[in-house]
């Protein structure tokens, strides 16, 4: 079976950094996404691994290793509007398929 | 970029009723359309997958004769929620993604979310 971990709660506080850490056991990997998902709202996308290593797009980057069925998402001066939940997603290879984690409920404080 | 709406955005119905929920692609074919449904708190658990023009493929534990999938056009996809029961009661969302041959990145396999319907069954 697809299997995708993630922690269920974090807090930090503004201008911190925090790292959101998924570990996946699924078949046919094809690339591992993030989203933001602010309560009762869709989903917005944030970033996409496919290759191992760090891909950086402004405040946050996304870290993967293949080998090790891991990822973590890197959040860097934390901002109030970052409180929401982080999910992370993997791709199945020959599939359309999404296979979410449990999602990681992000709290800021001033 | 490509948007992707859902209407309506909220729904109240009596136990019993059937629920008609739309997810239209605004900008962009999409081939394939997704269902999901998130409870409170909790992440998003993919329903079905629907390509357009032929029956959705259900995920295991989803009653398709309950959750019926309409997928008539490139741009649009229906779920009914027949028969709805308070249980019923979720936040349904849908995502659309456009096939290989003319997505920007092919390998990307990216879905674009619609902003979701809140069912709320009395």
């Known amino acids: 079976g697809q299997n995708i971990d993630q922690p269920t709660e974090m807090t930090a506080t503004e201008g911190a950094i925090v790292q959101i850490n998924c570990t996946y056991q699924t078949s046919g990997f094809n690339g591992l996404f993030w989203y933001q998902q602010h309560a009762g709202e869709a989903p917005t996308f944030l970033s996409y691994?496919?290759?191992?290593g760090l891909e950086e797009k402004g405040r946050f980057s996304s870290f993967l290793s293949r080998s090790k069925g891991y990822s973590y998402l890197l959040l860097k001066e934390l901002q109030m509007k970052d409180s929401a939940s982080y999910l992370c997603?993997?791709?199945?290879?020959?599939?359309?398929?999404?296979?979410f984690g449990t999602g990681t409920r992000l709290q800021v404080f001033p | 970029g490509a948007v992707v709406s859902q209407h309506p955005s909220w729904v109240i119905c009596k136990s019993g009723t059937s629920v008609k929920i739309e997810c239209r692609s605004l900008?962009?074919?999409?081939?394939?359309m997704f269902w999901y449904r998130q409870f409170p708190k909790q992440s998003l658990m993919l329903m079905a997958t629907?390509?357009?023009?032929?029956?959705?493929?259900?995920e295991q534990g989803v009653e398709k004769d309950k959750f019926l999938i309409n997928h008539a056009s490139l741009t649009l996809s229906t779920l009914t929620v027949t028969s709805a029961h308070p249980e019923d009661s979720s936040f349904y969302i849908c995502s659309a993604r456009t096939s290989p041959e003319v997505a920007e990145v092919p390998q990307y396999n990216e879905q674009f979310f619609g902003p979701g319907t809140r069912l709320t069954v009395l």
């Open positions: 629907s390509n357009e023009g032929s029956k959705a493929t259900y």
């Open positions: 997603a993997v791709s199945l290879y020959n599939t359309d398929k999404l296979i």
């Open positions: 900008d962009f074919q999409a081939t394939t």
């Open positions: 691994n496919v290759l191992d």
